[in-house]
């Protein structure tokens, strides 16, 4: 049961990664009624068999914002109720799918995963080169500027290769196996052709902190990092790190960003408690905004400011909990 879980999970992550360019709501839908079945499934083993489920902390946030995003919903508190719903929904299944992956086998699965994310760096770069209008070489999208891969924005590309990426530190130390390095290496240089600046810098803390908490004595942290970094510097002078120099100076920053979190911090501030709803700041930002380009704010840029203002302090909090227990 678990192997075959563990499966349907990779598969479902997987076919949700490579879909998540398409403006659609099918390919949502598929990560959501996945999810469920999966949970489903469990939960109806468990019926039968008998066998205790894996239960984690990680899932009490979790059904608290499905919770809280319910009441939202019930008390009138969204600015959307039909954003609200959807976002309501989303995060249940993001529930599910915690609960799902407690059953799975861990190892099996992180090996599938960093392989898949190592493949994905690789032709996300050369597509970055070579098509960097098109996702995968045929599939035109509009407005392609940072388009990575399937991913339509640099800095989510960038937060994906942040999760896999200690796993191939991890392996290139412990396991002393270079081929891990070489994962390694081609993940952050796929960041650095990303242009991507808060992601270069993430990778670049990640491969400080996760070497020196894996290695054994400062000599073997420092021939690890050296060894990784070398790997990483060819790799990256081979895409070039043009792009990614261009958006670190001081001419570069971005002053919507800013804006953008002061106008959630005067929404914080006016619905502290109740928040805006799940998945209404979109909706509730025009009357805060500071600025107008003319375009259509559709995130926060800001996980943190966004989380706070749709779900209020309350959300707030238990966001704040899962990062402590993480």
């Known amino acids: 049961m678990r192997a075959w879980s563990t499966a349907c ?34 939960m109806l083993y468990w019926a039968i068999t008998g066998r205790r489920l894996r239960l984690s902390f ?13 009441i939202q919903l019930a008390a009138g508190w969204t600015y959307a109720p039909s954003d609200a719903a959807s976002a309501t929904l989303n995060w249940a299944a993001y529930l599910a799918l915690a609960f799902a992956a407690l059953q799975m086998q861990a190892a099996l699965f992180r090996r599938g995963a960093l392989y898949f994310g190592a493949a994905l760096a690789v032709i996300s770069t050369v597509q970055t080169f070579t098509s960097p209008a098109k996702v995968f070489w045929y599939f035109p999208v509009p407005n392609p500027v940072f388009l990575m891969g399937p991913f339509l924005n640099h800095g989510q590309y960038s937060a994906f290769v942040e999760l896999l990426l200690p796993l191939a530190l991890i392996g290139a130390v412990s396991r002393r196996q270079p081929h891990y390095g070489v994962l390694a290496g081609a993940m952050v240089a796929s960041v650095v052709a990303s242009a991507s600046r808060g992601g270069f810098l993430v990778v670049i803390l990640e ?5 020196a908490f894996v290695a054994t004595g400062w000599r073997k942290v420092g021939i690890a990092l050296l060894a990784v970094l070398t790997l990483t510097a060819a790799l990256t002078a081979v895409v070039g790190w043009g792009s990614l120099a261009s958006r670190l100076t001081p001419q570069a920053a971005d002053f919507d960003r800013g804006q953008m979190l002061l106008s959630s911090i005067d929404m914080l501030k006016d619905h502290p408690w109740k928040g805006v709803g799940l998945g209404c700041w979109p909706v509730a930002f025009p009357a805060y905004a500071r600025f107008d380009t003319g375009e259509f704010a559709n995130q926060a840029h800001n996980d943190w400011a966004q989380w706070a203002v749709e779900g209020g302090l309350p959300m707030l909090a238990s966001m704040l909990f899962l990062l402590a227990w993480a």
């Open 58 to 70: 990680v899932l009490l946030p979790l059904a608290f914002n499905v919770l809280w995003g319910a």
């Open 207 to 211: 491969l400080v902190t996760v070497l």
């Open 9 to 42: 999970l990779a598969a479902l992550l997987a076919i949700s990664i490579l879909t998540a360019w398409i403006p659609r709501r099918w390919p949502v839908s598929i990560l959501e009624i996945g999810s469920f079945a999966l949970a489903f499934a469990w």
